[in-house]
């Protein structure tokens, strides 16, 4: 029904933004990674769409990518999968890390997520094991390991999850040894509250 929905960012919430299109501000549910790198209110986004129907109510599912969405989408059609518990599912790391940890028969990279548990991860892995493709998947699982362990280092240390996150992202895939990732996620952490000051 919606597909995308294009207008000026009006609202950040909890889990949610508004976006105002013409006139009508839609609120647009998302996971958390795409809300921390949502733009300041007043700049114009856009987001690929899914709209779910209850008795009632009507809720509409953000997602900065197209390949988000149809992830998204294949998770909803796993029995015992909501969209709520799909968005989680989407908070737990990048989409490739995702479909390597479903490609690779991870159900415990899964279960990170929030209401999801070992039998429902299973169930996920076994849905859509042979529709998602994701080359260099047990590479991406085995740094998947790794930065869960600094992610927990570093909110540790007071920073943020999805900020933590997003650091490791930005370290260099060169760079494997766990000193090494911890090392340079600390610095782009460091360099981005200097820029803040």
Not at 9 to 32: M, S
Not at 45 to 67: M, S
Not at 108 to 113: C, F, I, P
Not at 139 to 151: C, I, K, N, S
């Amino acid at each position: 029904m919606l597909y995308t929905l294009e207008g000026t960012l009006t609202l950040k919430g909890d889990r949610f933004a508004v976006v105002d299109v013409g006139g009508v501000g839609f609120r647009v549910n998302l996971h958390g990674q795409a809300l921390g790198k949502l733009p300041r209110a007043g700049t114009r986004v856009k987001f690929f769409t899914n709209l779910h129907v209850r008795e009632d109510a009507l809720e509409l599912y953000g997602f900065p990518t197209e390949e988000e969405l149809n992830l998204f989408e294949m998770l909803i059609s796993v029995s015992g999968v909501g969209p709520k518990s799909a968005l989680s599912v989407l908070d737990v790391a990048e989409r490739k890390e995702i479909e390597a940890a479903i490609k690779e028969n991870r159900p415990d990279l899964l279960t990170r997520a929030s209401g999801v548990g070992r039998k429902t991860a299973e169930r996920i892995i076994l849905e859509l094991k042979g529709k998602v493709s994701a080359r260099g998947a047990s590479a991406t699982v085995g740094r998947m390991e790794t930065d869960a362990g600094l992610v927990e280092a570093l909110t540790g240390m007071g920073y943020g999850r999805e900020e933590a996150r997003d650091a490791l992202a930005k370290v260099g895939a060169g760079e494997k040894d766990l000193s090494g990732r911890l090392k340079e996620a600390l610095r782009i952490l460091s360099g981005r509250r200097k820029d803040a000051i």
